[in-house]
């Protein structure tokens, strides 16, 4: 069964640092584009970030753009988010997510990890 | 950006029924040169992740039950669950992704009566 397993989330201080890692099974990651989205305590889902399949593209959020990087490694199978400058209003959980169809930049999120949360606070 | 908004924030069918959410887009994602919208349809459980529905407007994903389906184009889309179960009971969420950001409704809470 396809798989994403997030890890690296915790309680971090603002202004702080962390770097979440998601690591891809039973698919051939290369082949697909990849997302962070994350969800608030009690909150709706907000789209962080995108990596195409082969990390030549990449799209960022408005309220992480020149904070966060995302960044892959297909021969680790592994997704990566680099969270710097981090706020208070960064404190969610971060989902893992794949794209539905190889390739392609623009199609919808259709395998999700568990999720790993991050904390930001004093 | 475009702004998804949907409607109604909450609502309350008994089993059996039939629910209906509504999404509207603030710009058209109907791509004309292969006639797709790029609108799919979400639900989350409490302490899961969302769950893939409906994608390209109304495509059901493999494995969703058929009472599941979603009608609509340009801006304007529905979400039909044709006679409700309780595993039905979850948040549902509207989502384009025709550009960046991949923007997502507020969602809306589905219980049952």
């Known amino acids: 069964q396809v798989q994403l397993v997030e890890s690296g989330g915790g309680v971090v201080q603002p202004g702080r640092s962390l770097r979440l890692s998601c690591v891809a099974s039973r698919f051939t990651f290369s082949n697909y584009g990849m997302h962070w989205v994350r969800q608030a305590p009690g909150k709706g889902l907000e789209w962080v970030a995108f990596?195409?399949?082969?990390?030549?593209?990449?799209y960022y959020a408005d309220s992480v753009k020149g904070r966060f990087t995302i960044s892959r490694d297909n021969s680790k199978n592994t997704l990566y988010l680099q969270m710097n400058s981090l706020r208070p209003e960064d404190t969610a959980v971060y989902y893992c997510?794949?794209?539905?169809?190889?390739?392609?930049?623009?199609?919808?999120?259709?395998?999700w990890g568990q999720g790993t949360l991050v904390t930001v606070s004093s | 950006d475009i702004v998804m908004t949907q409607s109604p924030d909450s609502l309350a069918v008994s089993l059996g029924e039939r629910a209906t959410i509504n999404c509207k887009s603030s710009?058209?994602?109907?791509?004309?040169?292969?006639?797709?919208?790029?609108l799919a349809w979400y639900h989350q459980k409490p302490g899961q992740p969302p769950k893939l529905l409906i994608y390209?407007?109304?495509t059901r994903e493999s494995g969703v039950p058929d009472r599941f389906s979603g009608s609509g184009s340009g801006t304007d889309f529905t979400l039909t669950i044709s006679s409700l179960q309780a595993e039905d009971a979850a948040v549902y969420y509207c989502q384009q992704y025709y550009s960046p950001p991949y923007t997502f409704g507020q969602g809306t809470k589905l219980e049952i009566k």
């Open positions: 390209w407007a109304t």
């Open positions: 997510v794949k794209g539905s169809q190889s390739g392609d930049d623009y199609v919808s999120f259709n395998i």
């Open positions: 710009q058209n994602v109907l791509y004309t040169s292969n006639n797709k919208n790029y």
């Open positions: 990596i195409s399949y082969d990390g030549s593209t990449k």
